[in-house]
Nanobody, 124 residues
Framework: QVRLVESGGGLVQAGGSLRLSCAAS????????MGWFRQAPGKEREFVAG????????DYPDSVKGRFTISRDNAKNTVYLQMNSLKPEDTAVYYC?????????????????WGQGTQVTVSS
């Protein structure tokens, strides 16, 4: 129903920045709360950021608060993750996810649609 495609990942040195994009294929994008998750090898999928349908509500875990910023442009069916002051521990595959229009969740099971992921590697 909704296809999500992430882009913008790559290799960056510690302290650098990356901007991830997640483009949705359908015009129903504005009905979904959106989230970013990441998963490193051997670790569970971790919540990174969430944003409500209008962009007025945002949620971040302490691990990225103050460094990462989530935003969305519903006219472009796109959600973004601006990542600043990157650390080696931020290295992971980053996934975009679409949930419901009723709230933002920190748990993966709350989201219906997932992208393929984009690799972010931060060197020391």
């Amino acid at each position: 129903q909704v296809r999500l495609v992430e882009s913008g990942g790559g290799l960056v040195q510690a302290g650098g920045s990356l901007r991830l994009s997640c483009a949705a294929s359908e015009r129903t994008f504005n009905y979904y709360s959106m989230g970013w998750f990441r998963q490193a090898p051997g670790k569970e999928r971790e919540f990174v950021a969430g944003i409500g349908t209008s962009g007025g509500y945002k949620d971040y875990p302490d691990s990225v608060k103050g460094r990462f910023t989530i935003s969305r442009d519903n006219a472009k069916n796109t959600v973004y993750l601006q990542m600043n002051s990157l650390k080696p521990e931020d290295t992971a595959v980053y996934y975009c996810a679409a949930g419901s229009s009723y709230g933002v969740s920190r748990v993966p099971r709350a989201y219906t649609y997932w992208g393929q992921g984009t690799q972010v590697t931060v060197s020391s």
